[in-house]
């Protein structure tokens, strides 16, 4: 009786992989394209704006009565954003989904080598390589973007005192992510030495 498939390589692992990839893949291209619609007329444009720090009193308690409270980001609209404040928010709404298809379109392809049993190669070092790059290059490129933005229409809407006031929301995760990977990357850079070295001996 012939050895049974491991369960990674079943054809039914790939096409689950490759479905729930294409709908990642098209609920951001979804994404995208709304942000765009949005955002292209630059007129009354909700702008996310980065407000760590600066006190709101939101009406969540019962009946509606105001609390005080906290928040990391706020919504604004902005009548009519000048160019560097536009093409900025531009930037921070496109960055995270163009980011999120190419990470995931490198998860599928090594993916598929994977269920293909190629393991360690070059190949699949440069795919885990890309995800790394990309997970740091889209959160640094979108943090630039999404800071240039909501200074840009703070400066519009708000009160300098309230600028000045507010702080900049940082997080490591993206950071520690791209570190984690970067790492797996180093490992399967070690595996394929060390499958080469055990070719040739062979």
């Not at 012939?2 to 951001?28: C, H, Q, T, Y």
């Not at 630059?42 to 609390?67: C, E, F, K, M, S």
């Not at 900049?168 to 399967?188: C, D, N, Q």
Request: with cysteine.
């Amino acid at each position: 009786m012939p050895p049974k498939a491991p369960w990674f390589a079943r054809p039914s692992d790939l096409w689950s992989v490759l479905l729930v990839g294409g709908a990642v893949i098209a609920w951001n291209a979804v994404t995208l394209v709304r942000d765009l619609v949005r955002l292209l007329p630059n007129q009354d444009v909700q702008v996310d704006v980065l407000l760590r720090g600066v006190p709101l009193d939101l009406p969540i308690g019962p009946g509606g009565a105001t609390v005080a409270a906290h928040v990391d980001t706020a919504g604004v609209t902005v009548p009519d954003m000048p160019p560097g404040t536009y093409v900025s928010a531009l930037g921070a709404a496109v960055v995270p989904p163009l980011a999120t298809i190419a990470i995931t379109v490198c998860v599928l392809l090594l993916c598929r080598q994977m269920l293909g049993g190629q393991f360690f190669s070059q190949r699949a070092t440069r795919l885990i390589t890309a995800v790394s790059l990309l997970i740091a290059g889209g959160w640094f490129a979108w943090f630039g973007f999404s800071v240039m933005a909501s200074n840009g229409a703070l400066a519009l809407v708000a009160d300098p005192a309230v600028l000045d006031a507010a702080e900049r929301p940082m997080s490591w995760t993206p950071i520690l992510a791209a570190m984690a990977v970067g790492a797996l990357a180093a490992a399967f850079h070690a595996g394929e030495r060390m499958q080469r070295d055990a070719e040739g001996l062979v």
